[in-house]
């Protein structure tokens, strides 16, 4: 059974700092480009990140770039999302997900999910 479950997710204050996981079970990461995506209450999913198998492929949003970092350890068959200086517009549950291509971006039309983790940046 193909799965991904994220994990990571808290309550942290404006300014610090998380990772999330992402870590797969049934099929091997390393063959596929995952993505990261959020949704916040009333507001549309939007993907943020995106490794593909070629690790110097990457793809942030504007509105994570320069805060947050994607990578994979293929060894461990996990990818990770590092956030940091978090801000309260970053609170979302987020998504891994992968459509069964190599090169981002994820399609989220095809793309199998996780359950989600939730972040909360609040003082």
């Known amino acids: 059974q193909v799965q991904l479950v994220e994990s990571g997710g808290d309550l942290v204050q404006p300014g610090g700092s998380l990772r999330l996981s992402c870590a797969a079970s049934g099929f091997g990461l390393d063959y596929y480009a995952i993505g990261w995506f959020r949704q916040a209450p009333e507001k549309e999913r939007e993907e943020i990140s995106c490794i593909s198998i070629n690790d110097g492929d990457t793809y942030y949003a504007d509105s994570v770039k320069g805060r947050f970092t994607i990578s994979r350890d293929n060894a461990k068959n996990t990818v990770f999302l590092q956030m940091n200086s978090l801000k309260p517009d970053d609170t979302a549950v987020y998504y891994c997900?992968?459509?069964?291509?190599?090169?981002?971006?994820?399609?989220?039309?095809?793309?199998?999910w996780g359950q989600g983790t939730q972040v909360t940046v609040s003082s």
């Open positions: 997900a992968t459509d069964g291509y190599s090169a981002c971006p994820v399609n989220a039309d095809l793309a199998s």
